[in-house]
């Protein structure tokens, strides 16, 4: 069994930067990609960012696209998402997903807050 648990989120400033970062932890060969989904209140959630385990390919959402960066780091198990540019609707509660070679994300973690002030 795998375990994610992210960290990172907090209040920024409209303009502003957040480094979300989650660690994998247990059986990690078997995760495939890894990815940063977020939901805002009243909203369903969404995908905002996902990356290949193997070939590094990467994903992004037209909401982040050209503001936010996903990296990985497979020697630590983490998979990382670098925001900038900040706007307030991008206010939500990020979670980091594993797809354990299942053909879709099957593990999740618990969730960081991201709330961005105007």
């Known amino acids: 069994q795998v375990q994610l648990v992210e960290s990172g989120g907090g209040l920024v400033q409209a303009g502003g930067s957040l480094r979300l970062s989650c660690a994998a932890s247990?059986?990690?060969?078997?995760?495939?990609?890894m990815g940063w989904f977020r939901q805002a209140p009243g909203k369903e959630r969404e995908i905002v960012a996902q990356?290949?385990?193997?070939?590094?390919?990467?994903f992004y959402s037209d909401s982040v696209k050209g503001r936010s960066t996903i990296s990985r780091a497979n020697a630590e198990n983490t998979v990382s998402l670098q925001m900038n540019i900040l706007k307030p609707e991008d206010t939500a509660v990020y979670y980091c997903?594993?797809?354990?070679?299942?053909?879709?994300?099957?593990?999740w973690g618990q969730g960081t807050q991201v709330s961005v002030s105007s």
């Open positions: 247990g059986r990690t060969f078997s995760i495939s990609r």
């Open positions: 997903a594993a797809d354990q070679s299942n053909g879709w994300y099957d593990l």
């Open positions: 990356i290949w385990w193997s070939t590094g390919r990467t």
